[in-house]
């Protein structure tokens, strides 16, 4: 089963930042979960919000600051994150935009090239399965992951339509047969965000195939 760091190990360490990641990297984790929006100029930045209100001292929306700018609080770009993990675990990169998508792809393709990394390091994730669609169509390399957080009767027939890799639910919704019948289709099962030990106990005990945590070595 994956131990997966949610935007590091952020129970530990400010989310997606490099000392969250290399916390998780520390706490021996099988892959990191992380989200990225682009920068004023164009650059793929790691941040959850589409502000910085929450998660700096700044105000304002990502995208009207520079890459500079961004670094300048504490913002990661992707690249340094993946130069930071190196291969050692599998990211999992959350698309939170359309825009987002391309230039983290061309990234992601320079990487993999440079580092002479495998794609399969690479987990493309995003709630927008539009995004999650066109990528299927034009670039079918990338291993993609579902995310959903209600109830979705089509779910597992879009994974099939786009031919995913996994399947990211809240985990609230599952129970063992729905577990047990997402991966009769053939695909991983990997919950968010689970932080309390007896909902990890749980869904250890279905067997999913990843769970992703702020505390991964709870799991």
């Given at each position: 089963?994956?131990?997966?760091?949610?935007?590091?190990?952020c129970?530990?360490?400010?989310?997606?930042?490099?000392?969250?990641f290399?916390?998780?990297?520390?706490l021996?984790?099988?892959?990191?979960?992380?989200?990225?929006?682009l920068?004023?100029?164009?650059?793929v930045?790691?941040?959850h919000?589409?502000?910085?209100?929450?998660?700096?001292?700044?105000?304002?929306?990502?995208?009207?600051?520079?890459?500079?700018?961004?670094?300048?609080?504490?913002?990661?770009?992707?690249?340094?994150v993946?130069?930071?993990?190196?291969?050692?675990?599998?990211?999992n990169i959350?698309?939170?935009?359309?825009?987002?998508?391309?230039?983290?792809?061309?990234l992601?393709?320079?990487?993999?090239?440079?580092r002479?990394?495998?794609?399969?390091q690479?987990l493309?994730?995003?709630?927008?399965?539009?995004?999650?669609r066109?990528?299927?169509?034009?670039?079918?390399?990338?291993q993609?992951g579902?995310?959903?957080e209600?109830?979705s009767?089509d779910?597992?027939?879009?994974?099939?339509t786009?031919?995913?890799f996994?399947?990211?639910p809240n985990?609230?919704?599952l129970?063992?047969?729905?577990?047990?019948?997402?991966?009769a289709f053939?695909?991983k099962?990997?919950?968010?965000?689970?932080n309390?030990p007896s909902a990890?106990?749980?869904l250890t005990?279905?067997?999913?195939?990843?769970?992703?945590s702020?505390?991964?070595?709870?799991?």
């Open positions: 089963m994956w131990k997966i760091g949610h935007r590091g190990a129970g530990y360490a400010p989310e997606n930042s490099l000392l969250s290399q916390k998780a990297i520390d021996g984790v099988d892959a990191v979960e992380l989200d990225v929006h920068s004023a100029d164009n650059e930045m790691v941040i919000d589409p502000t910085l209100d929450r998660t700096t001292p700044s105000q304002g929306f990502v995208n009207s600051k520079t890459k500079f700018e961004l670094q300048q609080l504490g913002i990661p770009t992707l690249a340094a993946l130069d930071l993990i190196q291969n050692r675990c599998v990211v959350e698309l939170k935009t359309k825009s987002a998508a391309q230039p983290t792809l061309d992601v393709a320079k990487y993999c090239e440079s002479k990394a495998s794609f399969h690479i493309i994730s995003s709630f927008d399965w539009d995004i999650l066109e990528i299927s169509h034009q670039q079918p390399e990338y993609l579902i995310l959903y209600e109830e009767l779910a597992i027939a879009f994974a099939q786009i031919g995913a996994s399947m990211h985990y609230k919704l129970t063992f047969e729905k577990v047990k019948k997402i991966q053939g695909f099962v990997f919950p968010w965000t689970v309390d990890i106990t749980t005990s279905w067997h999913v195939d990843g769970i992703i702020d505390f991964p070595d709870r799991i």
